[in-house]
């Protein structure tokens, strides 16, 4: 239950963010970072764990990988809105397809883990299909690639840090909301903030802290009771739903092209799976 609430929110975030409109995704950004430290925050002290993030706060090695993974998190985050109220859902979801294959070709580049004939396999089959939309349309899906890349080097840099999954996204937010505040504080000297105005986007900029914290916790509970194999199958349930709201809710167009490229993407997942139940150690 915790597993599919988690991926089933993520996968229903689109909603969400259509609700802001013309908003620019940068505004909507500050406000995810400084309404979700806040809630993060709070639950960290409710849960009396301030001396967990006190001893990271000492810890100036371990802070300076989770700027860096901030900084990406953030542009995952901001180009995700970006993505959506764009009218690219369903790009999107091909770039959370993607992502599982780029973190074996990341595994392989940067941690020296060798790839066996299936990955090798699954990763050329996600090179086919992305090769064959680039033939096509003339031009590269990178709103899918820098989704999958941003968030597969996150991955790969928050390996590198010891620290409990909430502790480090709060402080990874914390160590951002300099920089959102200043923006936020900016647009409101200016007059182009949307804060105050709208009750009802302000509303919504305060309920992106609870929807972006929300679901890592329900993850972090799920993967302490499941085993990571099964884990790795419902992560495709998020962009599955991304793509049917892309399809059929928000009427985004899916030509022959995108038939082919996802065909050839699922085909690599159905490879990757089948190598995590034969090898679940590689």
Known sequence: MYALL??????????????????????????????????????LLLQRRGEEVRALWRSPHRLRILLVTALLLSFNWGLYIYAVNSD?????????YINP???????????????????????????????FFVWNFGQVPWIALALAVSFGGYGLLRKMVAVAPMVGLAI??????????????????????????????????????VITSMPLLWFNNAAKR???????????????????????????????THLVTFL??????????MNAIAHPKS
């Not at 099964?230 to 709201?245: C, D, E, N, R």
Request: include cysteine; hydrophobic fraction near 55%; glycine fraction near 10%.
């Open 6 to 43: 988690a991926y089933g929110s993520w996968g229903l975030l689109p909603i969400y963010w259509k609700f802001f409109g013309q908003v620019p995704a940068l505004e909507v950004l500050s406000h995810r970072v400084l309404w979700s430290v806040l809630f993060l925050l709070g639950l």
């Open 88 to 96: 690219r859902v369903v790009e999107s979801s091909l770039g959370y």
């Open 101 to 131: 294959l780029v973190n074996v070709l990341l595994g392989f580049l940067f941690l020296k883990e060798r790839l066996n004939l299936w990955q090798q396999l699954a990763v050329l089959l996600a090179c086919v299909g992305v090769g």
């Open 172 to 209: 990874e937010t914390l160590l951002i909301t300099p920089l959102a505040l200043a923006m936020l504080g900016y647009w409101s000297a200016i007059g182009t903030g949307h804060l105050g105005k709208d009750w009802r986007i302000s509303l919504l900029f305060i309920g992106a802290g």
């Open 226 to 256: 499941l085993r990571l194999s099964t884990m790795g199958f419902f992560q495709y349930i998020a962009p599955s739903i991304q793509l049917v709201l892309g399809i059929f809710l928000y009427r985004e167009p899916f030509t022959p």
């Open 264 to 273: 050839c993407i699922w085909s690599a997942l159905v490879l990757y799976s």
